[in-house]
């Protein structure tokens, strides 16, 4: 996608550590010059806008069913005005990359900083003071006594130098970008529509070892189910708390997480079906972890299981090695002898253990699963050895599965990376792009939704593969 980019013919020193040398004709001047606070209130007559990380300035349901749940009053009268390009910042995340150029008319919190912008390309502005580089300055104009209460600076933003070049050259970086952006989405979306496929065949493998075994010629019996049908003749049905020691949910509160905390502590995010993402987890002290253990430290093979929230219903085992605690929205079931913790385990991940707690769901926009219910959640049970069998026969069939999922988020990664990285380069002039803009095709498709052929092909090889 660089191929043939170049730097700009002539650099000057921009006379800023973090932008380095800029190109020569660009202009650069600081954000107070273009910049100016507006102060209009009480238009609850416009529509509500809220400001996030992953997208800037948005549209805000007055229900609270969107990308931003923080409380929404009744009382709208103070929240500030904002104009269609004009330039929003939340003040307390603006070192996270929460800012961004207002796509329409609408109103915002009064904790926001609202601006004027003097940028006639609205677009250039969002990409420019969104980059990498920009986020960097706003953090760096940001204060406070830890990173997680910085406040942003009026001062120090307003000495923030902004380059411009010249209008025309605005509008073909816009379109350079906007084209480079169409294309990466592509991949992306092929991509996750790779691991949606590749996570269907999983389940289904999954589905399939868990209510049928591993004999395709057992003899069945009903299983009084309705959401599970037939089982093997041979197994028999029980319930959750008839084959657990403990059934503990979390402390409803919230822990105190600590950046330099010893222990995980796992939330909902945190788990996927049949896995632990340690990575991402955060942490909490000693003291935080003695009192989100203290009716039962999680020990390897105990099932974590998510109960409330979107994530509900996925169920995954304690790795070995690691001292956890539970979070918010968490359970730790503990299996009694002689049942397999990792066969009960995949049990739960499956579709009849899924509608069970799909059919006690309460509420709409935070649904949660009655503890009871989970209680009395209707399993089968092979005899204890059978069980071993299934759970070692699901692991390695679904072993390659596992790492081309694991390859294809990588992948999502590196593109994203290298989105992040472009955007940057052309932004502060490190890339000219004015030739390949003006190269450009008039008109771009609007991307498919449909799954992209080479998405498809490669879940089938890999299938294939699985299946040999």
């Known amino acids: 996608m660089t191929g043939g980019l170049k730097p700009y013919p002539e650099y000057r020193d921009s006379g800023t550590p973090w932008l380095g040398c800029t190109p020569a004709h660009w202009e650069i001047r600081n954000l107070r010059t273009l910049v100016k606070p507006r102060r209009e209130r009480n238009r609850q007559d416009l529509p509500l806008l809220s400001v996030v990380r992953e997208k800037g300035v948005i549209r805000r349901s007055i229900t609270g069913d969107d990308d931003n749940h923080n409380f929404i009053p009744d009382d709208l009268s103070n929240y500030k005005v904002c104009k269609t390009g004009d330039l929003v910042i939340n003040k307390m995340k603006a070192w996270q990359g929460s800012l961004g150029i207002a796509p329409c008319d609408g109103i915002v919190s009064p904790a926001y900083f609202v601006f004027a912008l003097g940028l006639a390309n609205h677009t250039f502005g969002q990409v420019l003071l969104r980059s990498k580089s920009y986020v960097g300055a706003f953090a760096r104009a940001s204060d406070g006594v830890r990173v997680g209460q910085w406040d942003l600076s009026i001062r120090g933003m307003r000495e923030i130098p902004v380059l411009l070049p010249l209008p025309d050259e605005q509008a073909a970086i816009v379109r350079f970008l906007n084209r480079a952006n169409r294309q990466l989405e592509g991949t992306i979306r092929a991509k996750k529509k790779l691991i949606a496929l590749l996570n269907e065949e999983k389940q289904s493998i999954i589905h399939d070892a868990v209510t049928r075994g591993l004999d395709p010629n057992v003899r069945l019996k009903p299983s009084g189910i309705p959401w599970l049908g037939n089982v093997p003749k041979h197994w028999s049905i029980s319930r959750l708390k008839f084959e657990t020691s403990h059934i503990v949910d979390c402390l409803h509160a919230t822990p105190k997480y600590a950046a330099d905390g010893q222990y995980p502590a796992i939330r909902t995010a945190d788990i996927e079906p049949g896995k632990v993402r340690l990575k991402g987890a955060r942490r909490v002290s000693g003291k935080q972890y003695a009192l989100w253990t203290s009716r039962l430290a999680p020990r390897e093979g105990d099932i974590l299981y998510s109960r409330e929230g979107e994530r509900y219903g996925i169920a995954a085992l304690v790795p070995a090695g690691i001292q956890l605690c539970v979070s918010q929205r968490m359970m730790v079931f503990r299996i009694r002898p002689p049942q397999q913790s990792p066969f009960m385990m995949w049990q739960l991940n499956c579709p009849h253990a899924y509608s069970q707690a799909s059919a006690d769901t309460i509420g709409a926009t935070s649904p949660h699963v009655n503890v009871e219910q ?76 449909a799954i992209e052929p080479e998405a498809e092909d490669e879940a089938e090889e890999l299938l294939e593969a699985v299946d040999e």
């Open 374 to 449: 989970i209680k009395n959640f209707q399993l089968v049970l092979p005899p204890p050895k059978e069980q071993e069998e299934i759970s070692t026969w699901i692991s390695t069939h679904t072993a390659s599965l596992d790492s081309a999922i694991v390859r294809a988020q990588r992948e999502i990664e590196l593109v994203r990376e290298y989105r992040t990285r472009l955007t940057a380069d052309v932004v502060t002039g490190q890339l000219d792009v004015r030739e390949a803009a003006c190269n450009l095709p008039a008109e771009v498709e609007a991307p498919d939704t």
